[in-house]
């Protein structure tokens, strides 16, 4: 009975720990987008000013 109960409590806590790496994924996604779009936005819709040759 012990072992059954053990088992059932690790598997909780690596069933909250894939969770909680899950959401920390999202967040640091979420993250990098919402700051690609900040950047793009000061840069402006219209054409590049600088030329690469």
Same mark, same amino acid.
């Given at each position: 009975?012990?072992?059954?109960?053990? @088992? %059932? !409590? *690790?598997?909780?806590?690596?069933?909250?720990?894939?969770?909680? $790496?899950?959401?920390?994924? @999202? %967040? !640091? *996604?979420?993250?990098?987008?919402?700051?690609?779009?900040?950047? $793009?936005?000061?840069?402006?819709?219209?054409?590049?000013?600088?030329?690469?040759?």
């Amino acid at each position: 009975m012990k072992a059954t109960f053990a @088992a %059932s !409590v *690790l598997s909780a806590l690596l069933y909250a720990q894939g969770l909680l $790496g899950f959401a920390a994924l @999202a %967040s !640091v *996604l979420l993250k990098e987008r919402a700051h690609a779009s900040e950047f $793009g936005s000061d840069m402006g819709s219209g054409p590049s000013l600088l030329v690469v040759r």
